[in-house]
């Protein structure tokens, strides 16, 4: 059984940066895709970046490109998303999730394992 814990949000000012991280114990880390998913109030959970087991390829949502880059650490299993020039709309729990996945990455259904969440609050 794979358990996942973020950690990394908070309360920033919008243009600011925070950094995610999330750390997987159980199961075969190195050979998941792990992907960041958000879910703001009253919406439902949206796709934000994924990376390949290798590290290689890496996937984000247009709403973020350019801002986020999702990075991983297969020695320490870590997966880490670092967000740049925050904006309100940001403003979600974010989820870390895991699993063997070819291609729609995008899609939440796809992974089987999920962290608890963190929230990240940017204020205008």
């Known amino acids: 059984q794979v358990q996942l814990v973020e950690v990394g949000g908070g309360l920033v000012q919008a243009g600011g940066s925070l950094r995610l991280s999330c750390t997987a114990s159980?199961?075969?880390?190195?050979?998941?895709?792990m992907a960041w998913f958000r879910q703001a109030p009253g919406k439902e959970r949206e796709f934000v970046s994924a990376?390949?087991?290798?590290?290689?390829?890496?996937y984000y949502a247009d709403s973020v490109k350019g801002r986020f880059t999702i990075s991983r650490d297969n020695a320490k299993n870590t997966v880490s998303l670092q967000m740049d020039t925050l904006k309100p709309e940001d403003t979600a729990v974010y989820y870390c999730?895991?699993?063997?996945?070819?291609?729609?990455?995008?899609?939440?259904?796809?992974?089987?394992?999920w962290g608890q969440g963190t929230q990240v609050t940017v204020s205008s």
């Open positions: 999730a895991s699993g063997v996945v070819v291609n729609t990455y995008e899609l939440a259904r796809k992974y089987a394992y």
């Open positions: 159980g199961g075969t880390f190195r050979t998941y895709t």
């Open positions: 990376i390949t087991w290798s590290g290689y390829n890496t």
